[in-house]
């Protein structure tokens, strides 16, 4: 969410910034500030009521020591008491609105993001080794079916389509990657592992900002009034919501495995086929939240974690950062980190690392105590580190051999119980 002391005092400037991301918020905002300026109007007119009627009330208490006729004051008083009503009722009503407007404003980019409309628009900041040379690229999805490791046929008809069941050697192979992702970032990064819900409350998806814009995306429990969790970062960053930290806990790194569940799962091209887009999928989550001095480093040390991972395990990929036409809608900056796939002939993201400033921070009441023992709100980030599915999909492409059999990096050999799947 917005400063809305930032939208008051540079309407123009908020106007400008989130232009850049491709749609005009400029009437949005003058109606915001409409309310605003008629709630705070409310406000103080209910404030100064409020000190009439004490002094009033203070005349009423002495002609009535005296003995004097009051009633003239008490019906004055009456008068304030029933304008004092209509105003709180006018207040409440106009906040409710005011706080609808601004959580569908979208975060402002940072100065440096670079403009643009598209994904197209993206660029490349650094590539990691090479590409490897395999004489006949196979898709994933033939090479798992005939290795049979997955079985989407029989998850189909369990759940529908953009499903999969990891079968045999094929679950083994996630279970070990999960480990892998889990021990590398918990061991050797610094993350204290955390274990969530997998259902979460509304409150929890407006705090991370996927409610109110992503609602038509999301699986809701109707009965309940719950979802089921897009992602990780929604419990895990949600833990802290309505407190305020000490300055000696921060940075806070947290990281999490769930299952992630989403609707929106099949568009033309690559999302349509096997493990690259699917309704559930798992994925290992980063979090931190951290003082806004550190935000901008915090960023890169979070981009360097989940490199990590593609760089032990030896696959080619590229950073490239989003533009603020493809920008997420809570982020402030964001690294996208894709993978090679030889089957695809093309890039597959596996974690997108974000800043969100004190964007989600707002949104959940999330503050810190600094050093000067004001209370200011804290910075939260968070990437994949990284996406299982699509880990997968780079393993099998990229280790294919010339017999079939997919050949795997050595630090997964311990974890997986073997060197090769044949």
């Known amino acids: 969410m917005l400063d809305l002391r930032l939208l008051r005092e540079q309407p123009q400037a908020v106007k400008d910034r989130l232009a850049t991301r491709g749609t005009c918020f400029s009437e949005h905002i003058d109606k915001l500030l409409a309310i605003d300026a008629e709630r705070r109007s409310a406000e103080t007119r209910l404030q100064n009521l409020q000190a009439d009627r004490n002094r009033l009330s203070k005349e009423i208490g002495k002609l009535r020591s005296q003995g004097q006729d009051s009633s003239a004051i008490e019906a004055q008083v009456k008068t304030h008491a ?18 609808d407007l601004l959580l569908v404003l979208p975060n402002l980019p940072q100065p440096e993001v670079p403009v643009g409309e598209t994904a197209e628009q993206n660029p490349v900041l650094r590539l990691w080794g090479e590409k490897p040379s395999i004489a006949n690229p196979q898709d994933h999805l033939a090479i798992a079916e005939r290795l049979k490791l997955i079985d989407q046929e029989r998850a189909t008809k369990i759940s529908g389509s953009a499903f999969v069941c990891y079968t045999g050697v094929g679950a083994r192979l996630e279970r070990a990657l999960l480990n892998f992702l889990l021990d590398l970032h918990t061991r050797d990064h610094g993350y204290t592992e955390i274990s969530t819900p997998y259902v979460v409350k509304p409150e929890a998806l407006v705090g991370t900002s996927q409610l109110p814009k992503f609602e038509e995306q999301l699986y809701r429990i109707d009965r309940d009034d719950l979802y089921l969790a897009p992602t990780a970062e929604v419990p895990v960053t949600n833990l802290h919501r309505e407190e305020t930290l000490q300055t000696s806990v921060l940075p806070i790194k947290y990281t999490a495995y769930t299952p992630c569940f989403r609707r929106e799962a099949g568009s033309a091209g690559l999302g349509t086929r096997g493990l690259i887009r699917m309704h559930q999928f798992d994925k290992v989550e980063l979090v931190k939240i951290c003082t806004p001095e550190k935000s901008r480093e915090e960023l890169e040390l979070l981009t360097a974690d989940a490199e990590r991972v593609l760089q032990l395990l030896g696959l080619h990929y590229r950073v490239i950062e989003l533009c603020t036409g493809d920008i997420g809608f809570g982020s402030a900056k964001t690294y996208d980190i894709e993978v090679w796939s030889p089957g695809q002939n093309a890039y597959l993201e596996v974690s997108s690392c974000s800043n969100f400033e004190d964007f989600q921070a707002r949104r959940m009441n999330l503050r810190f105590k600094g050093d000067d023992g004001k209370n200011r709100f804290c910075h939260t980030l968070n990437g994949s580190g990284t996406a299982l599915a699509r880990l997968y999909v780079a393993l099998l492409e990229n280790g294919l051999q010339p017999d079939g059999s997919v050949l795997l990096p050595e630090p ?11």
Do not use: K, P
């Open 82 to 99: 029933a304008e004092m009503q209509t105003l709180a009722q006018l207040s409440t009503e106009l906040d409710s609105r005011q706080r």
């Open 412 to 422: 997964l050999h311990d974890y997986f119980g073997g060197q090769r799947i044949s």
